[in-house]
């Protein structure tokens, strides 16, 4: 079984563009949700998603920030006008309900 | 080698030794308890999980230990491997499965 599919592993942007993270989901999983960790911090929450709806974005910031997770294809974590602070590692999970988040490898995104 | 205190960033072990790591969590609500293993450069890979009508909870090699009263817990690792090199974070959440808050996370490094 494929694991969480995350792309690009690495991306590079400079300040004031934009940033599109993707991830696709274990198969038959249809629920995922986008996590943030700064550098030696642990993982913080973002967004949860299920196919065309989203479920809870409580720990997304109000601007610049958007996630999708259309009816095809996969989940796109989008950023807006990058700053400096936004350079983190995005990570993306998926799970049946109920059962443990499994993480894929993560886009580290360096904004210069 | 142990850990001792609320939470030491790093830990040190001789391969073959028994390795706790310990985990003071925040939310004296919270009800699902989660170590997850990070290797560098991927992400988070579930060991083990504990909900708060237990204790005590044993894998293959592992065994978690959580103590509502004093909000403490455990990981304790058996036999530890140089593969167990790693930053291992505890998580915990509240009512629902997916939004996890992480810990700071511990390196243990083993010694050959």
């Known amino acids: 079984n494929a694991g969480v599919m995350q792309n690009p592993r690495h991306l590079v942007r400079r300040r004031g563009q934009e940033a599109r993270l993707r991830c696709s989901p274990m198969?038959?999983?249809?629920?995922v949700y986008w996590y943030r960790q700064l550098p030696e911090e642990g993982l913080k929450f973002m967004v949860y998603?299920?196919?065309?709806?989203?479920?809870?974005e409580s720990g997304m910031p109000k601007e610049r920030f958007s996630a999708e997770f259309p009816k095809e294809g996969p989940s796109i974590l989008r950023i807006q006008q990058v700053v400096r602070g936004d350079s983190a590692a995005y990570f993306c999970?998926?799970?049946?309900?109920?059962?443990?988040?499994?993480f894929g490898n993560g886009t580290r995104l360096t904004v210069t | 080698g142990e850990s001792v205190g609320l939470h030491l960033p790093t830990l040190s072990v001789q391969e073959g030794d028994n390795s706790i790591i310990n985990c003071a969590y925040s939310n004296s609500a919270s009800d699902y308890f989660i170590w997850y293993k990070q290797e560098s450069g991927k992400g988070p890979q579930f060991i083990i999980d504990?909900?708060?009508?237990?204790d005590k909870r044993q894998g293959q090699r592992v065994t978690v230990l959580l103590n509502k009263t004093v909000k403490h817990l455990s990981l304790q690792i058996a036999a530890t491997q140089p593969g167990d090199s790693a930053v291992y974070f505890c998580a915990e959440t509240m009512g629902n499965d997916y939004k996890l808050s992480f810990g700071a996370g511990t390196t243990v490094t083993v010694r050959a």
């Open positions: 999970a998926s799970s049946p309900p109920g059962s443990p988040l499994h």
């Open positions: 998603l299920q196919k065309e709806n989203i479920i809870d």
């Open positions: 198969k038959g999983h249809s629920h």
């Open positions: 504990i909900r708060s009508n237990m």
